[in-house]
């Protein structure tokens, strides 16, 4: 029986990548005589840009918003209930995907490395102001949402876990949390407190601004983890990759994985730029970050090692031809970056391995990235220490 994983494609360009990813994953898989089947969303998600333009009204605009959430959600539940492992997703509109996270219980998790540092920030999608619900009056938005001790638990323990299969020989050495946990009445503080004994390790709570100052002024701490709120890592995502990263946005790919017992721990594959409305049906939206889902997907959930690496030589190969779209200083189509890339993944195939002491290709890791360093040992931490958007 083929493993199969799931595809849930919106509004904007998502068409056009859900094309790509469904063409790359088929010749990934191919030259190791493996085959998946890709079981797709019958509804097309709304994106935030085609509910403005199609919509308008606030109220039906809430309402789609919610039809939207609950589809994919019961979507979601379908496959893991099916026994399938992931899904891809191309963007959809921001609160739609933020009452399914919270309703499914989701982390995002992004390594980046810097030089030998290494760091594993995990997202908490799960509570916060992102997941919020909307109530309207004239003139008036009121956004409630709520944080608890159990979602906390089930975000940090997963960090901690992801942590050791990032790091198997070691672990982490630090884990640090981000969070504005000031405004929270002391509740967070005790939490943390009590749930980093319960799974025996050292847990140190910061302000975001105080994780910022760290970074500044220490750099990227090795095998740090940071287990972040989205109020903060959703914004401060673009500046990390550009001062630890060394990639920009648009070519990155990342992961969101679901708690809630239900899911069985689902992943969610999706590319970190938007729906890019604007460039919908002309050929040159940036494929590069659906190409790396593709290959892991293929590599983690269909079985074919070797699949990541083997994609990232082929977008070297495309990339030193000078074959990139228009947002990345080229002149190409995405048609023609991924011809280019899949071309050059069947000549590197035909090709076979490469021979003892050749050269490897090594890009970035196929999930997307932020950092947090804590001062030296023997430096006294910055600000109030109470103890991944």
């Not at 040992?377 to 220490?385: A, F, I, K, R």
Request: proline share 6%.
């Amino acid at each position: 029986m083929k493993p199969a994983v799931g595809l849930a494609v919106g509004r904007g360009t998502g068409v056009e990548l859900a094309a790509v990813f469904e063409r790359a994953l088929h010749r990934i898989v191919a030259p190791h005589g493996a085959g998946i089947e890709i079981v797709r969303s019958p509804r097309t998600y709304h994106s935030y840009v085609s509910l403005r333009q199609e919509v308008g009204d606030t109220e039906r605009i809430r309402r789609l918003t919610e039809e939207d959430a609950g589809h994919y959600e019961r979507f979601c539940r379908e496959l893991a209930r099916a026994g399938t492992t992931a899904v891809f997703r191309t963007a959809v509109n921001a609160q739609s995907l933020y009452l399914v996270r919270q309703r499914l219980q989701a982390v995002k998790v992004e390594p980046i490395a810097a030089g030998d540092a290494s760091l594993l920030l995990v997202r908490d999608e799960a509570q916060g102001f992102y997941t919020g619900e909307n109530r309207h009056a004239p003139g008036v938005v009121t956004r409630t949402m709520e944080f608890s001790r159990e979602i906390t638990g089930k975000v940090l323990d997963y960090a901690v876990r992801r942590a050791w299969r990032q790091w198997p020989d070691r672990g982490p050495a630090r884990v640090v949390m981000a969070y504005k946990f000031h405004l929270l009445d002391g509740a967070l503080d005790d939490w943390v407190e009590e749930l980093g004994r319960g799974l025996g390790v050292e847990v140190r709570l910061f302000q975001p601004d105080t994780v910022n100052r760290n970074l500044i002024t220490h750099g990227l701490g090795d095998r740090t983890v940071i287990l972040a709120g989205n109020e903060w890592a959703d914004i401060m995502h673009v500046v990390l990759l550009d001062r630890f990263g060394g990639e920009r946005q648009e070519s990155r790919c990342t992961e969101n994985v679901h708690l809630h017992p239900e899911l069985a721990e689902l992943v969610e594959y999706q590319t970190v730029h938007g729906s890019a409305d604007d460039l919908a049906g002309k050929d040159t939206v940036n494929p590069v970050a659906t190409l790396r889902a593709a290959a892991v997907v293929a590599e983690r959930h269909a079985g074919c090692p070797g699949a990541v690496a083997a994609v990232e030589g082929a977008l070297a190969v495309a990339e030193e031809q000078g074959i990139r779209t228009p947002d990345l200083g080229g002149r190409h189509s995405t048609t023609a970056v991924v011809d280019a890339v899949l071309d050059a993944l069947t000549a590197r195939a035909s090709a076979g391995p490469p021979s003892v002491g050749a050269p490897r290709s090594s890009g970035p890791p196929p999930v997307a990235t932020p950092p947090v360093a804590t001062p030296p040992v023997g430096t006294p931490p910055v600000g109030t220490l109470a103890d991944r958007s």
